[in-house]
């Protein structure tokens, strides 16, 4: 599929169902990954793209590249939040479940923010409050590699949460951020299960695939859905070629991961997390520039550069639903009310540290 | 201090009047939480504003100070709140609980970014003084050797300020640089969060008397300091704080005029600081280092010394803290 605005959308809408585009253009549709470093930021093509795809919600990653340090997290911040302030009639940065209806309900896309890595905390668990106040919603701790919180998902070894990263989950808990264990170790994810299921929080994977259907090390194991679906926490379907296996992304293999997520943990339990970029050449040079965080995928070298789920594909995936005989209200739950209930949950305020 | 004694009355109005503190250093340094904070709510003060970085750190160290004293201000969110507002100031006082607002003494905390102007406001910063002493990218400070203006940084800056909502502050900036800043804002209000008057004591860090009355014309207002040597005054007695206060109100009248009093707890510190620091800190008309900072008890003293002289009860309360009030509703977004 190639780029372009509304024709596009209009291509996939006349091959579907109509029963599927009924559904899809009244559901509320929420992706909760979208990498928004400085070189993927485009605030006037691609995310009015997604808007016009029919797209509600988008969790905008606004770090740039795993192991930004405190000063450029917060610079790049007030960069995002004064593009989108500045775009006041199109988009708004929503921090409450209420912002992001009322965005909705006005015709406007709704932007969340997140971080990829724990490395914006400069090792400060205060941090968390002062990104909570700046409109971080959801974060991950480790991405691929090991840091100071945590082990990533592509790491030699396999080690649980440090005493520091124990302390920055708990305190994500009390403030209100999503925990996420997307590109983190398996053991760390576990024991962030246990830390969220401790303290009444969801535990979400926001952008990752199924390890029992494609054994890439950025997927995840049954274990793992189950650990989060047993928290309320849910799993993002990711678009990521690499992790399908799919060299163009297709929705027929989005399709497979997001069915046996549901298979294992329900239709309660499952959305999207498409994790699209705009400049996937730049991506795949970058993969290759950080080989030590990008090991091989199975099967070994040299990697193929694949493509990213666009964002009319998400019609295409409710078509896939619809005819596999989903419920109305499974497709629903999927394309957005499972994220919009996990984060009211994550979100909702809580009293003084500990 | 102690040589005033404080009648009923000016007791009475002190703890019935919105007290308002504009300045008080707190730096990782300085911070001391249940040391200080308690003592100036005992004596009446309902709000302090503090200042969360100075010269001494860049945007990195500054918003870590803010989330270690976010942090400490939540974990006491029975007696204490960061407020954003005029109406949240009043909420909290209402409550009994102590107001806190944050400043900035340094403009470098920006690190060239406008963006950084509404982040910073965003985590409760609602003034920020140009430059400090020595001269930044904005301007000249004070107790620089030269005395040049805003540079076109400096411009963008004031306008962004004034954009987002937050009080432009002349306090430590070189005198051309504020009459600049205030030309700039083109008769938005700007201020001097802690400054005492060069006519009653000549000292560099005080400000001249047209700068006072381009302040107050912005509808600004000047909050005065209570560091002995800026008052020539190695006690800071209230009578000497007195007298920079009954200065700018015969100048300006008392709509202009407030309190900063940037009591440090840590003396001595301090003045270490400022030893290591000899090219913000040349030499002053007379030698006072070492000299002791305003005790939160000489709020009263002052109620009274205004009481004394005259003052009525309605000028007494709009400078003990009605005045920034009212600047906090007109400015603050």
Known sequence: ?354 | MSEITVSDAARALTRDALVWDNTMPWGPEYADTDGILPRFHANGVDLISLTVMGPEAGLDGTVRQIARVRAAITARADRMVLCGSADAIEAARAAGRLGLVFNLQETNMLEGRLDMVQLYYDLGVRHMLLAYNARNAVGDGCAERTDGGLSRWGIQVIEEMARVGMWVDGTHTGYRTTMEAMEALGGRPFIFSHCNAHAVYPHYRNIRDDQIKACAASGGVIGLNGLGEFLDDDRATSGSIFHHLDHMVQLVGPRHVGLGLDYVQDAPRFWRWVADNAHMWPAAPSDRAGSAFAQPEQVAELTELMLRAGYGEAVVRDILGGNWLRLARQVWK
């Open chain 1, 1 to 354: 599929m190639g780029r372009g605005s509304g024709e596009l959308y209009e291509r996939v809408r006349e091959a579907a169902d109509p029963r599927a585009v009924a559904l899809y253009e009244d559901a509320l549709v929420w992706d909760m990954t979208m990498p928004f470093a400085q070189h993927y930021a485009e605030y006037d093509r691609t995310l009015p793209r997604f808007h016009a795809a029919g797209v509600d919600v988008i969790s905008l990653t606004i770090q740039n590249m795993p192991g930004a340090d405190l000063r450029t997290a917060t610079l790049y911040i007030a960069h995002v939040r004064a593009e989108i302030a500045r775009r006041a009639d199109r988009m708004a940065l929503c921090t409450t479940m209420p912002e992001v209806l009322a965005a909705k309900a006005a015709g406007r896309l709704a932007l969340l923010l997140n971080h990829q890595d724990g490395s914006p905390l400069g090792g400060m668990t205060e941090m968390v409050e002062v990104y909570h106040a700046l409109g971080i919603r959801a974060a991950l701790l480790a991405y691929n590699a090991k840091n100071g919180l945590a082990d990533g998902c592509a790491e030699r070894t396999d080690e649980g949460l440090t005493r520091l990263g124990e302390r920055v989950v708990r305190e994500m808990c009390r403030v209100g951020v999503l925990v996420d264990g997307t590109h983190m170790g398996r053991r760390s994810t576990l024991e962030m299960a246990a830390l969220c299921a401790e303290a009444g929080r969801p535990f979400v994977f926001t952008h990752s695939n199924a390890h029992a259907v494609y054994p890439h090390y950025r997927n995840i194991t049954d274990e793992q859905i189950r650990a989060a679906a047993g928290t309320g926490g849910m799993v993002g379907v990711n678009g990521l070629g690499e992790f399908l296996p799919d060299v163009d992304a297709g929705t027929d293999a989005i399709f497979r991961h997001l069915d046996h997520i549901v298979s294992v943990a329900g239709p309660r339990h499952a959305g999207l997390g498409l994790d699209y970029l705009r400049d996937e050449v730049h991506f795949w040079a970058n993969v290759r520039a950080t080989a030590s965080a990008w090991p091989d995928p199975p099967g070994g070298g040299p990697r193929v550069d694949t493509r990213f789920a666009q964002p009319e594909q998400v019609l295409e995936l409710t078509d896939r639903m619809v005819c596999a005989g989903w419920p109305d209200d499974a497709v629903r739950d999927v394309l957005g009310r499972n994220w919009a209930r996990v984060c009211e949950a994550a979100w909702a305020p809580r009293g003084k540290p500990a």
